[in-house]
Each structure stands twice: as C-alpha cells, then as structure tokens.
C-alpha cells in the first residue's frame, strides 16, 4: 500500500514483563498503555502539505504524509547537528552497532554530505554478534560507505559471553562501559577526533531520569549531545539524533529501507535502564511531549562543570583515567585473576 509504514520490531531492547515475587503474573493497578502505532483514519491530512498523513505524530500534536515525515526528521537532525562545532567537512567515524539508531545516524549524515566511515566493534554474541555485522556490512554495501570492524576479544582477550559466565552479574554495564573505551580508543587509532553514536530521545531522557533518580550528579555534568574532548586521547562525542524519538526512527530506517538487525540481545534481560524508559512512555503516552519536554528543558538550563575532574594517566596502559588503573585494566586485571587457579586447586 503506498505511503503505509512499516515499523522493524525494536532490536536488543525487548523488555521481558516484570513478574512479583513467586513469579505470577499480577493484574496491573494501571489501565492498559494504547499502543504508540495508532493508525489513522482515511481522512486524515498532513500538516505541512495537505495530503493523506499516514503518520500520527502525538508528541507534536501533528500528522504527517511519508515525504513531510522524512523533510521533519531530517530538519529535526540538522537542528541538533548545529548546535555541535562540527562542520560538514570534519571527518566523522559513527559508531555502527547495526541497530536502528546507528544505522539511521549514518545514513542521514551521509545523506547530508557529511565524510563518515563506520566503526563496528564485533562483541561475540552468538547469531546476535553475526546478524549485527551482517546488517552493517548490507547497509554499507547498498550505499558503498567505508567501515571496519573491530573484535573486543582480539582487542581486550575476552569475548562479552566470557566476561558474563567470569562476573556472574549484569553484563549490560560492563558492556557499555567497554564499548565505550574501546570506541574512543580505537578512533583514535584510525586517525578520528570525533565520534557519533546514535542516541536517541528516549535513551537521553531515560538516562537523565535514572541519574536524577539515584542522585548521580557526576554523570548529569556529562549528559549533554556534544562531548568535547578533554585530553589528548580522548574523542569529541556526537549524538545527532537526541532530537528524535525511538519510534521516529523505525518509521525513518522503514521509508529510507534500512534494515537493522533484527535479533535483540540475547544478554539483555533486566537492564535497569529500560525501566526508566518505560516510565518514560507512560507518561508520554498519557501526556504527549513530556520526554523532549523533559530532556530539552534540562539541556537549555545545564550549567557545563566549571571545572572538570582532572584525569590522570593509567599506570598499565597509559589511558586518560581517573585511578591508578582505568576501567579497563581494573577488570582485566580481575578476570585474570579468575583464570589463574587457586593454590587450593594445585594438584586436585
Ligand atoms: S550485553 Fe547489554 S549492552 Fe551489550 S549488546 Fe547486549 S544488550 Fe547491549
Ligand atoms: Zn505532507
Ligand atoms: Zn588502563
């Protein structure tokens, strides 16, 4: 059907229903959340050039045609991408998981003339890790855009599965912060000083709610779209899409046929995280425009830290740190220790 939008299924964020103590399923003391794919109906006109809108836009109190609806994200990213000190000359290295955001990312910075190439960091999750560079690879291949991969096992020693059987705990924020590092290591290794990740509207406000929640003020100092560089090895970091929902980016990679990989992340359960989305969407569903409401007012009075915590080098790898040792190197440090075996065990 021309104009229709076909929405991709949200990739490594599917939530598993919270169950009470026992595990039984309890009825909720809240109605039931109306599904944010409401269709419209026949009559419905577009906003901005009168034709059939296809696409309901509640957050904006509008509804848009296919071509207004691209015309909309695209404005709403260059928006965003002024605010930055960038230009369309810098070399910009995007980091490609092969999920929607980063793809998206990509594809309109590219569209936008930007220089780009793709950084594709392999975590070694089985089929998941294969689909994920597989959808980067077609991606890049489709639109002959440079990238590379790099593998955390060849890089760190250990594969993300490794490093989940040896801590026995939530992987989601070892992973992170892992990627994180090895993202800013490895641009600067490819001759990079700035970086895009593909963060969304949803994954700032959900993370600005979750560090006011727990009264994280170190990290509200660096919730902000464009990270300058504040040492020598570190990379400036860029989030084009912090002005764009999640959802309006599935209808985007939908009209611009990028196709993400479809699998979620079979190490994802549980991310806390994704609780303060939800929260998010319930009030957003009930109070359309509360999440950039919320995100926006906050960037526009964030004061920038007047005076950054100093880094200092790490002692085994020489990396911006803020110990003796960095992230890194601390847990390294202790999965090594998890390998060597215990006197006890000598001879057993
Ligand atoms: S382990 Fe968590 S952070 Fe890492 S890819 Fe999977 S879902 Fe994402
Ligand atoms: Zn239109
Ligand atoms: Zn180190």
């Given amino acids: 059907m021309p104009g229709a939008v076909r929405v991709a299924p949200e990739p490594c964020v599917t939530i598993p229903p919270k169950l ?9 003391s809240h109605p039931p959340m109306k599904s944010l794919e409401t269709t419209l109906p026949p ?7 009168k034709g059939r809108a296809t696409i309901p836009m509640p957050s904006h109190n509008a509804n848009f045609c296919p071509d207004c609806f691209v015309k909309y994200f695209e404005t709403a990213v260059e928006r965003g991408l002024k605010k930055f000190p960038i230009s369309s000359s810098t070399p910009l290295l995007v980091a490609v998981s092969g999920g929607k955001d980063s793809l998206a990312a990509w594809n309109i910075l590219h569209e936008l003339g930007y220089a780009t190439r793709g950084l594709h960091i392999r975590l070694g999750i089985e089929g998941f890790s294969e689909a994920s560079a597989e959808a980067v690879a077609a991606f890049a291949r489709e639109r002959s855009l440079p990238w590379v991969e790099h593998s955390i096992e060849a890089v760190l020693g250990f594969s993300i599965p490794t490093i989940h059987r040896k801590m026995r705990r939530k992987i989601c924020s070892l ?8 993202l800013n290591r490895l641009s600067i290794q490819e001759g990079y000083d700035t970086v895009v990740v593909g963060h969304n509207l949803d994954d700032e406000a959900g993370r600005l709610l979750g560090n006011i929640v727990r009264n994280r003020h170190q990290y509200l100092d660096k919730q902000t779209p464009f990270l300058p560089s504040t040492h020598p090895r570190l990379t400036a970091k860029c989030k084009p899409l912090y002005r764009v929902e999640a959802r309006e980016i599935r209808i985007y990679c939908s009209l611009k046929s990028i196709r993400p990989v479809e699998l979620n992340c079979p190490l994802s359960r549980g991310a806390t995280s994704h609780r303060f989305k939800e929260a998010l969407d319930f009030l957003e569903e009930n109070m359309p425009g509360t999440k950039r409401d919320f995100l926006f007012t906050f960037l526009k009075r964030r004061k920038p830290s007047p005076s950054p915590r100093p880094f200092q080098d790490c002692t085994l790898c020489g990396e911006p740190s803020y110990g003796e040792l960095c992230s ?3 847990l ?5 220790k998890m390998d060597q075996p215990h006197p006890g065990d000598v001879g057993s």
Avoid at 175 to 182: A, D, H, N, S, V
């Fill in 328 to 330: 890194v190197c601390n």
């Fill in 43 to 49: 009559g419905a006109k577009c906003v901005r050039c």
């Fill in 20 to 28: 009470p103590p026992g595990g039984k399923t309890q009825k909720s």
């Fill in 175 to 182: 992973c992170g912060m892992l990627k994180r590092q090895l």
């Fill in 332 to 336: 390294l440090a202790l999965l090594r």
